[in-house]
Every structure is written in C-alpha cells, then in structure tokens.
C-alpha cells in the first residue's frame, strides 16, 4: 500500500529521532562507544549510524532494539542543545523545576510517541548523496528508499563536539524536526500552560 510523502515524512522524522537521538536529560550511565560507526567523516558517520540503526530495526526484537537504540543515543546526539531548543521561547518563564521536569520526561516521551512508528522502516535503506558546509558543521544530504513509497530526501546536520561528529537537526523531505517539534510543544503551552506539557509527556511515555 502507498503512503503520502507527508505521513512518510512524518513518520521518519521521529523514527529518526528515536534511533538517532539521546533526549535531553536521561538519567544513564555513559554507554561505550560503538566501534561500528565513524564519527570523524560527515558522511560515514551517517551512513553507519544509519546502519546499525536500521541493522537493530531487521533483528525483529523490539526489546534488544531499544536497548541497542539507547546506547546509540548517548553517543552520537546533540541533546542538551535540541532539547534547550525546543523550549526556546519558555525558557524565560518557567522555573528551574519545571526546567528539570521536562527534561526527565523527555526521554520516555521520545520513546513512546515514536517507538511503533520506528519498525515501519526496518526495511528501509538509507544513502548519503552529498555534503555541504553549514555554519560551523556540515549537512548531509542522503535518500532514505523503503519498498511501496517514494524516496525521501533527508538532510542530517552534524557538528564536531568533543572531536566527534554529533547529529544536532535533521530535515525530512523539508520537514525541520526542531521546529516542527517545537511548534507541538509550543501550542500545548499557550492553551495549557507549560505544566500540561510536562504532563503530556509523562503520560505519552
């Protein structure tokens, strides 16, 4: 069955951001690093983290795939900075508990929202198309192509932090995932106030 360019999209932008991505704040012990992916070259970095991602995603088992995903995340996100971003405008207002509420309910936020969602690309592949200098990282163009859907075009932007290459925002066929995820967060605190965020997140989790 075809799906939209949009569900698509939608769907990769936050299978992308669970498998890819360490929420702000998660309360773990540093992982090891993952020998399997290069984090010194912009390209190679994406196309092994996408790897061992997708290679976690065919194993079938979604609990082995979860714990796999979460030692990917320590390494190879830039969180604290994404998850400051999403709350940009709140920042201001909102109390140093209310701060670290957020934080502590992000990670199973992340998880819950996208978790399903993710194993609908376990057939996928991904390809890097080419890089471009951006700002004080690189962006990295590739194609993500799964049978019975039109390939989407992905753009990963990465930066070098601590000497190794960190995943800081990626954009699904347009769709920026820090704005599009921003906007979410932002419409539940004007109607609700950023209490009812919190509470959104812990329950989604």
Do not use: C
């Not at 996100?77 to 909102?94: H, K, Q, S």
């Amino acid at each position: 069955m075809m799906i939209s360019t949009r569900t698509a999209s939608t769907r990769l932008l936050g299978a992308a951001l669970l498998a890819i991505a360490l929420p702000a704040g998660l309360a773990l012990p540093a992982a090891p690093a993952t020998a399997a992916v290069n984090t010194q070259d912009p390209s190679q970095f994406i196309e092994s983290l996408a790897g061992e991602g997708f290679g976690a995603l065919r194993s079938g088992n979604k609990a082995a795939a979860r714990t796999k995903f979460r030692s990917l995340l320590a390494q190879h996100f830039a969180v604290d900075a994404i998850g400051d971003r999403l709350i940009r405008r709140w920042a201001p207002t909102i109390t140093p508990a209310q701060k670290a509420a957020y934080k502590e309910a992000f990670p199973a936020f992340i998880i819950g929202t996208y978790a399903d969602r993710l194993f609908e690309y376990s057939n996928a592949n991904l390809k890097v198309i080419r890089t471009m200098p951006a700002g004080a990282g690189v962006d990295v163009v590739s194609q993500v192509s799964k049978p019975g859907a039109q390939p989407i075009t992905t753009v990963w932007s990465v930066q070098k932090v601590g000497g190794a290459y960190k995943v800081t925002n990626l954009k699904v066929s347009g769709i920026n995932l820090a704005i599009s995820q921003a906007a979410d967060f932002d419409a539940i605190v004007q109607r609700q106030g950023f209490d009812a965020l919190v509470k959104m997140m812990r329950t989604r989790g």
